[in-house]
């Protein structure tokens, strides 16, 4: 009840003025994202990589309605990939694309604009070296993704996508994409979803990662784990032993400012494990799914307004 009210808040102009024009959110804030600036994004990445992490950033927008948004996202990507290279940091950290922020919701030819301007992105990458993946937003868009997917790794076979476990077709698509050269971020999904396309109960969607996972570790492509939990994370260590995959064929994934500790034992143990860090300015629908997941995160924000206040 609460989770559904979150991630309808998420999408609701109404409440998003609320959230964000209380000054008391931004330390909460500050836990999920890197900072506004791309500067911000370059300094925790940094970090992270001299602490023996991964990293993908994302610059952070959605859902956009205006052609010139969709532009400027891609101009800071550009200029993100550039600031990559020039500090030796591109071959540890790549870029998350929302196709939502590059065109995809446009009224108007939306998958054709979102499609040109993600290939722009991946140009980019390829040039300084890294990787793009795809993220993945509500149901509406899948195929869509998929299809943009697919004509992308024509010219950049390294292009990799979000798969979500909560999604009754995902198993399909895990087997669909589970091919040689192929990189899938799996995750459990984060958005508000019908019964008619999605389990509902917490326990089918593990259920269901479990099985997607067994599809892509038995596969030939490259899995990434993006979870916190720490049963699945346990589990896909069994399922990689067992499918004859060494540290460096998988890597663990977690979201910058959640379970830092665990992130930490994983690459010390020679896992590649990569942190997703968001940065920029529209951090609203990103923080509310944060809030979402999490019970205890509600109550973190509640008690920072009201010690605060
Ligand atoms: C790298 C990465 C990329 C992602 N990309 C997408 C995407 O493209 N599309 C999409 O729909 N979803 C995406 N997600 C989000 C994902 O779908 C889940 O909503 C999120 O990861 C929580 O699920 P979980 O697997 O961690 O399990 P859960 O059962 O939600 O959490 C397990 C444990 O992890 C910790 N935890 C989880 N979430 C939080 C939190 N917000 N704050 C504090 N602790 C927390 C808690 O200890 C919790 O008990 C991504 C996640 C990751 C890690």
Request: glycine share 8%; with cysteine; aromatic share 8%.
């Given at each position: 009840?609460?989770?559904?009210?979150?991630?309808?808040?998420?999408?609701?102009?109404?409440?998003?003025?609320?959230?964000?024009?209380?000054?008391?959110?931004?330390?909460?804030?500050?836990?999920?994202?890197?900072?506004?600036?791309?500067?911000?994004?370059?300094?925790?990445?940094?970090?992270?990589?001299?602490?023996?992490?991964?990293?993908?950033?994302?610059?952070?927008?959605?859902?956009?309605?205006?052609?010139?948004?969709?532009?400027?996202?891609?101009?800071?990507?550009?200029?993100?990939?550039?600031?990559?290279?020039?500090?030796?940091?591109?071959?540890?950290?790549?870029?998350?694309?929302?196709?939502?922020?590059?065109?995809?919701?446009?009224?108007?030819?939306?998958?054709?604009?979102?499609?040109?301007?993600?290939?722009?992105?991946?140009?980019?990458?390829?040039?300084?070296?890294?990787?793009?993946?795809?993220?993945?937003?509500?149901?509406?868009?899948?195929?869509?993704?998929?299809?943009?997917?697919?004509?992308?790794?024509?010219?950049?076979?390294?292009?990799?996508?979000?798969?979500?476990?909560?999604?009754?077709?995902?198993?399909?698509?895990?087997?669909?994409?589970?091919?040689?050269?192929?990189?899938?971020?799996?995750?459990?999904?984060?958005?508000?979803?019908?019964?008619?396309?999605?389990?509902?109960?917490?326990?089918?969607?593990?259920?269901?990662?479990?099985?997607?996972?067994?599809?892509?570790?038995?596969?030939?492509?490259?899995?990434?784990?993006?979870?916190?939990?720490?049963?699945?994370?346990?589990?896909?260590?069994?399922?990689?032993?067992?499918?004859?995959?060494?540290p460096g064929e998988f890597e663990y994934q977690m979201l910058y400012g959640i379970r830092p500790t665990?992130?930490?034992?994983?690459?010390?143990?020679?896992?590649?494990?990569?942190?997703?860090?968001?940065?920029?300015?529209?951090?609203?629908?990103?923080?509310?799914?944060?809030?979402?997941?999490?019970?205890?995160?509600?109550?973190?924000?509640?008690?920072?307004?009201?010690?605060?206040?």
């Amino acid at each position: 009840m609460l989770r559904s009210s979150l991630l309808f808040a998420s999408r609701s102009p109404a409440a998003r003025t609320l959230v964000e024009t209380t000054p008391l959110t931004k330390p909460v804030v500050d836990r999920f994202v890197a900072g506004s600036a791309v500067d911000d994004a370059i300094r925790i990445t940094r970090e992270l990589v001299d602490s023996g992490r991964y990293v993908t950033l994302d610059h952070l927008g959605e859902d956009t309605v205006q052609t010139t948004d969709a532009d400027a996202t891609v101009e800071a990507y550009l200029r993100l990939l550039g600031l990559l290279q020039e500090t030796g940091l591109s071959e540890r950290a790549e870029v998350s694309v929302k196709l939502s922020a590059v065109g995809q919701s446009l009224p108007k030819n939306g998958h054709r604009i979102a499609l040109e301007n993600a290939h722009k992105i991946c140009s980019a990458a390829g040039v300084v070296g890294t990787t793009v993946t795809l993220d993945m937003e509500d149901h509406t868009t899948t195929d869509s993704t998929l299809d943009i997917l697919a004509e992308l790794r024509l010219d950049f076979p390294w292009v990799g996508a979000v798969l979500q476990a909560y999604l009754k077709r995902t198993e399909g698509d895990c087997r669909d994409l589970a091919t040689a050269g192929s990189r899938v971020r799996l995750c459990k999904g984060a958005y508000k979803e019908p019964e008619s396309v999605a389990y509902q109960d917490k326990h089918e969607v593990d259920l269901s990662y479990v099985r997607c996972l067994k599809a892509l570790m038995n596969g030939s492509g490259y899995p990434m784990v993006a979870s916190h939990d720490p049963r699945l994370i346990e589990i896909a260590g069994d399922l990689a032993a067992s499918a004859g995959r060494r540290p460096g064929e998988f890597e663990y994934q977690m979201l910058y400012g959640i379970r830092p500790t665990e992130q930490l034992r994983l690459s010390g143990e020679g896992h590649r494990m990569r942190v997703y860090v968001p940065y920029g300015d529209e951090w609203y629908g990103y923080f509310m799914r944060r809030l979402a997941e999490r019970p205890a995160n509600i109550a973190f924000f509640l008690r920072s307004l009201l010690t605060r206040g």
